[in-house]
């Protein structure tokens, strides 16, 4: 072989040996897309910051998801609602109503105070997500945690329990309500010189219509019977047919009703 020809196949022979050894150096597609998608604007993975990063995104969903539930559990409970569980609930009701009552009171100011950490914790999600993760990324991640759990699984679970899930969180709604007070309390009052205090009290009609819901006859699981019922609405019409009796009476003269026991 000519010196030209070994100094060809020598140069070929070291191409291929470059060739090699940078696709071993090289990292795997798979591996580099993975890189590419853990790793944030300024954080490497791995790294003791990128470990807090990670931690406060967690829970800052967490807290989010408290937030949602509450808002649902603890504003479906009316002032009246525990009143009644204090009454003639279990002896855990009872306790568990005479602990959320106090800050139900405060309908308006406990809405706007969950509201406004719910908005927080979910408005810094994304831009600590977006620390650690490709921002294409973090945002599929933010809107999945919101909605999953942030919203869906919170609310579902407040639905049910809503009682024993605020009875549990009330030292932290109380917390949330004093660092949230310059903001909440304003606007709280302000919606109630605007829109005032619902009523939750009931009219005779409303009463009447709640215990024929809970008769048996009804066929919604009441325990009331049929007797039971009649007995209860005529006493709520008791006062209005009283007065109508007494105004239709054609004297002065007393009337005498004589009740013969069958």
């Not at 291929?16 to 890189?35: E, F, H, I, N, Q």
């Not at 568990?96 to 100011?109: D, E, M, T, Y």
């Not at 903001?183 to 009219?203: N, Q, T, V």
Request: proline letters at 5%.
């Amino acid at each position: 072989m000519s010196s030209a020809g070994r100094a060809r196949a020598a140069s070929l022979a070291a191409v291929a040996v470059r060739m090699v050894v940078g696709a071993a150096a090289r990292p795997a597609p798979s591996a580099a897309l993975m890189m590419a998608a853990v790793r944030g604007e300024d954080t490497e993975f791995g790294t003791a910051l990128w470990w807090a990063y990670a931690a406060f995104s967690a829970l800052l969903v967490l807290l989010a998801g408290i937030m949602s539930g509450l808002t649902l559990g603890l504003m479906s409970l009316g002032p009246v609602d525990l009143e009644i569980l204090m009454r003639s609930g279990t002896d855990a009701e009872k306790a568990q109503a005479a602990a959320i009552l106090p800050v139900v009171k405060k309908q308006h100011q406990l809405l706007v105070t969950l509201l406004l950490c719910n908005a927080c914790a979910m408005e810094a999600l994304p831009i600590f997500l977006d620390r650690i993760f490709n921002p294409v990324l973090a945002i599929i991640l933010s809107v999945t945690f919101v909605l999953a759990f942030g919203e869906v699984i919170p609310q579902a679970i407040c639905t049910r329990y809503g009682l024993a899930v605020g009875a549990s969180f009330v030292w932290l709604v109380r917390i949330v309500m004093v660092i949230a007070y310059p903001i909440a309390y304003p606007i709280g009052k302000l919606l109630d010189f605007a829109l005032g205090h619902e009523s939750a009290l009931f009219r005779r009609a409303q009463l009447k219509a709640l215990v024929s819901i809970h008769s048996k006859a009804a066929g919604k699981g009441g325990e009331l019977t049929h007797d039971e019922t009649t007995i209860i609405s005529g006493a709520l019409d008791l006062t209005e047919k009283g007065n109508n009796w007494y105004n239709s009476c054609p004297g002065p003269q007393p009337c005498t009703c004589v009740f013969r026991k069958p």
